[in-house]
Structures are given as C-alpha cells and as structure tokens.
T-cell receptor
Framework: DARVTQTPRDKVTEMGQEVTMRCQPI?????VFWYRQTMKQGLELLAY????????DSGMPKDRFSAEMPDATLATLKIQPSEPRDSAVYFC?????????????FGPGTRLTVL | GNSVTQMEGPVTLSEEAFLTINCTYT??????LFWYVQYPGEGLQLLLK?????DKGSNKGFEATYRKETTSFHLEKGSVQVSDSAVYFC???????????????FGKGTHLIIQP
C-alpha cells in the first residue's frame, strides 16, 4: 500500500534554528504539495511542484521558507530562521494529475514546535 | 478568490443519528469538490469527491451532492457510528484542461463527536 512519508514526525526547536522537513511522495506521482495546519488559520497551501518544477509558492513566507525537490523521490521544506509563529503541523501530499480531479494523498505530517 | 465555508462545530450527536455538515463555496472557475476526514494524530484521507454539477460522491455511507445553483456540497450520513468521530474538511480545487490542477482550498474543518 503506497503512502506518502514525512520525516521527522515531531520536531521541537528553538527560535532562530534552521528546520528541514522531508517528504517522500508516492512513486510515480508527478505533483507534490506542502500544506500547513494551525488552529487559527486551518489548512493553508504553502507551495507545490509539478514534475519537480515549482509552480506556486505564493502561500509561503519568502524571507524564511524555501521548498525544493532535489529529485523525484524527495521534497524538502526549510525554515531559516524559525520563529514561534511557525509552530504548526506541516503536511506533504502527492498526486498524479494526468486526468481531471486526480486524488491527493496526504502524509502523516510533521508537528513543529518552535520555542 | 476561492473560499470554502463550513460549520465549525463541534457537532455532537448520538450513535445512529442523522448527520449533515454544511459546506458552501466561492470559486472563480468550475471546481472539483472534496470531503476529507482527519482522525486524531493522522493526516487527511479523502472521503469522497465530485467533479461536476449534480455529481454525487459517496463512500462508507457518507454522501454529498455538488449543487452548482446553491454553490454547496453538504455532507450527509444516515446513521453515524462512534468510529465516525473525527474532523471533516470540505475543500475545492480548480482543474485545468490537460490534467493540471491547483492545490486544495480548505474550509476550517468540523469536529464531529459521536456519543454511544
């Protein structure tokens, strides 16, 4: 049963530290999304890639966040420097969008706490 | 812009009760509509979807009909179980010809609690 995997599952860090979250999409999927979930804002789209090319990162704070796909099996989301307001659950999702309404499959999330 | 509005809850029901969770949307184009479910400590799972007006999505006893005239996609279930307790998210996504798609726009989520 193919799944999206994310590491780490939990991360506690101090303000100012760099944080890197990793995602392994389902093999063969051509689109990868990053979402952030907070109590206040709910689920927000941060960025997404198609065939490893960034298509939209307008939801991401540009000064401290960066998203990359170094290869088809790995997507990364970095925060540098981290701030307490970045505390949230970060979800990665992948999908194969060759037809309309392809399904996005979500990973279990990375719970980030910035002290 | 695009947005989704749903009742936030918590919604508390007794087992075997009828469930309705309302969802309305605003979109610049013709979106596909989705319901996702999130169990405690887990990621989101697709519950059902509909891609065009009057389509009905269904899964595990849940149903929702895409109503273009009222821009709604209400979730219903005839008899809920304790195991249905979770947070339910309504979402939309704009699709493009050739298979492209944007990311999902989510509602705030509805926390459903089913009591025995």
């Amino acid at each position: 049963d193919a799944r999206v995997t994310q590491t780490p599952r939990d991360k506690v860090t101090e303000m100012g530290q760099e944080v890197t979250m990793r995602c392994q999409p389902i093999l063969g999927h051509n689109t990868v999304f990053w979402y952030r979930q907070t109590m206040k804002q709910g689920l927000e789209l941060l960025a997404y890639f198609r065939n490893r090319a960034p298509l939209d990162d307008s939801g991401m704070p540009k000064d401290r966040f960066s998203a990359e796909m170094p290869d088809a099996t790995l997507a990364t989301l970095k925060i540098q420097p981290s701030e307490p307001r970045d505390s949230a659950v970060y979800f990665c999702a992948s999908g194969l969008f060759t037809t309309a309404a392809g399904t996005q499959y979500f990973g279990p999330g990375t719970r980030l706490t910035v002290l | 812009g695009n947005s989704v509005t749903q009742m936030e809850g918590p919604v508390t029901l007794s087992e075997e009760a009828f469930l309705t969770i309302n969802c309305t949307y605003t979109a610049t184009g013709y979106p596909s509509l989705f319901w996702y479910v999130q169990y405690p400590g887990e990621g989101l799972q697709l519950l059902l979807k509909a891609t065009k007006a009057d389509d009905k999505g269904s899964n595990k006893g849940f149903e929702a009909t895409y109503r273009k005239e009222t821009t709604s996609f209400h979730l219903e279930k005839g008899s809920v179980q304790v195991s249905d307790s979770a947070v339910y998210f309504c979402a939309l996504r704009l699709e493009y010809s050739g298979g492209g798609a944007d990311g999902l726009t989510f509602g705030k989520g509805t926390h459903l609690i089913i009591q025995p």
